[in-house]
């Protein structure tokens, strides 16, 4: 296209010049007599021939100049067009994008017109309201809205939300509003943009979870009475089979014979059962008790455990290894149930051997860091693992280890509650050892992975 320009520019800049060669060689031979037109032509003078020279040679100059504007105009032309092509494909690209969002979108001026709207903010809102106020059309007022996130906005040049019911013939029942400035260049407040959300799906949700959450505290709640009305009518006729028994036993003579056997049988049992009460209380309590978390120095608990067993069962040999400094984030007072069930059971499963061994410490798995118990005791069936935090799950024969097969069901309570994870592993008769990770404090990072022995 320029080339095609600078032919037509340089064709009329030879004719220009042939022309003004002919008039002046015309004017010369028959204005001033100066020869005849030819002579003029082939054989101009001198003078003549320096002044057509002249005239040609800043023609010529003027020429190029003209060239060299025509080809820059082109150039800056062709760089507009690509400009304003590609401004045209990015704003096409904008607003498929933002009619493209799933939340409404809407443009405000200073006085509150609309001045844009997307396709999901036309729908939110019922229609096309472009050049109308917001709070004519949305909320049928003629002034604005006290609660405008937008005028907040506007005032204090921040973002601020809004949580709005609608009314009941809205196409959704709750939206979140969120709207922050928009500045020219030179910092100035020009618009406001408004982005509206669908938040009805989350608000049914929050208020089925609230209703769930108070039937679920009532039903706790009647669960704990119930737990313990069972507790106290269990107990009273526990109380009178004891109580009977014990009168047996001091009545009767043949304190070895079938009678005093029967008599005993009574008695064990009725302390069994009360264990196992007591048992399900504790369970239940720790179920439904309220929890009031902060850093807990596990290792001194572990140490003051060891020590009372040690000092009820003074006769045993155990190796005891607990790692100095563990904390964990948990409510104390399960902390130490927790771990009285996890070195008790511990304690009880290596009471036939020799010379027992018994570990707390923390190591790092593959699930993360993890507390851990471990024992050189009976050990147990890994393909029975599964059953080991179920309520009245025994692996072992209750006439060589007694329990009530409640223990393990409450230190899997206790870490569900704290929102951690147990597990354990072990072979029979090659010991056992139970892991169990509890979440960090909100905003605390991850402690460090060390191995503590």
């Given at each position: 296209m320029p080339h095609f320009r600078q032919r037509h520019i340089i064709i009329m800049a030879v004719i220009c010049g042939i022309l003004f060669w002919l008039f002046d060689t015309i004017i010369d031979a028959v204005l001033f007599s100066e020869g005849s037109v030819l002579q003029q032509i082939f054989a101009p003078s001198p003078r003549e021939l320096w002044l057509r020279g002249t005239f040609e040679f800043f023609l010529a100059l003027f020429t190029v100049f003209i060239c060299l504007i025509v080809r820059q105009r082109y150039r800056l032309e062709h760089d507009l067009q690509h400009a304003l092509a590609e401004v045209?494909?990015?704003?096409?690209?904008?607003?498929s994008i933002v009619a493209a969002i799933g939340d409404g979108i809407s443009i405000q001026d200073t006085n509150l017109k609309i001045l844009y709207q997307n396709q999901v903010h036309q729908q939110l809102s019922?229609?096309?309201?472009?050049?109308?106020?917001?709070?004519t059309v949305y909320d049928q007022r003629d002034t604005a809205c006290p609660d405008c996130p937008v005028l907040a906005a506007f005032r204090d040049g921040g973002i601020h939300k809004l949580v709005?019911?609608?009314?009941?013939?809205?196409?959704?029942s709750h939206v979140e509003m969120t709207a922050s400035p928009l500045r020219d260049a030179a910092g100035n407040v020009?618009?406001?943009?408004?982005?509206?959300?669908?938040?009805?799906?989350?608000?049914?949700?929050?208020?089925?979870?609230?209703?769930?959450?108070?039937?679920?505290?009532?039903?706790?709640?009647?669960?704990?009475?119930?737990?313990?009305?069972?507790s106290h009518d269990l107990r009273k006729p526990l109380t009178i089979i004891y109580t009977a028994a014990q009168a047996l036993k001091d009545e009767c003579n043949d304190s070895h014979g079938l009678s005093a056997y029967?008599?005993?049988?009574?008695?064990?049992?009725?302390?069994?059962?009360?264990?196992?009460?007591?048992?399900?209380?504790?369970?239940?309590?720790?179920?439904?008790?309220?929890?009031?978390?902060?850093?807990?120095?596990?290792?001194?608990?572990?140490?003051?455990?060891?020590?009372?067993?040690?000092?009820?069962?003074?006769?045993?040999?155990?190796?005891?290894?607990?790692?100095?400094?563990?904390?964990?984030?948990?409510?104390?007072?399960?902390?130490?149930?927790?771990?009285?069930n996890l070195l008790g059971n511990a304690w009880k499963y290596t009471n036939e051997r020799p010379q027992a061994e018994i570990s707390f410490g923390r190591t790092a798995t593959p699930q993360g860091e993890a507390f851990f118990v471990r024992d050189n005791g009976a050990?147990?069936?890994?393909?029975?693992?599964?059953?080991?935090?179920?309520?009245?799950?025994?692996?072992?024969?209750?006439?060589?280890f007694p329990g009530t097969g409640i223990g393990l069901a409450t230190v899997g309570r206790i870490i569900e509650r704290h929102g951690g994870t147990v597990?354990?592993?072990?072979?029979?008769n090659a010991g056992a050892v139970f892991y169990f990770i509890l979440p960090p404090a909100a905003g605390d990072g991850a402690a460090p992975i060390t191995h503590h022995e």
């Open positions: 045209a494909t990015e704003r096409a690209k904008s607003e019922g229609g096309d309201f472009v050049g109308s106020f917001c709070f709005k019911a609608l009314p009941a013939d809205a196409p959704v020009v618009a406001g943009i408004e982005l509206v959300r669908d938040i009805s799906a989350y608000v049914q949700t929050q208020a089925e979870l609230a209703r769930k959450a108070s039937d679920l505290e009532a039903v706790n709640r009647e669960l704990e009475a119930f737990s313990s009305s069972v029967y008599v005993k049988t009574i008695h064990e049992a009725s302390q069994r059962m009360e264990d196992l009460i007591e048992a399900l209380q504790s369970l239940a309590r720790i179920s439904s008790c309220s929890m009031v978390k902060s850093d807990v120095d596990l290792s001194a608990i572990a140490l003051e455990i060891s020590l009372e067993l040690c000092m009820i069962w003074p006769g045993r040999a155990v190796d005891w290894k607990i790692a100095e400094g563990l904390t964990g984030y948990g409510d104390p007072r399960l902390m130490r149930v927790l771990l009285e050990g147990f069936d890994m393909s029975r693992v599964g059953e080991l935090f179920k309520p009245f799950a025994r692996l072992h024969d209750a006439r060589n597990w354990a592993e072990g072979a029979v």
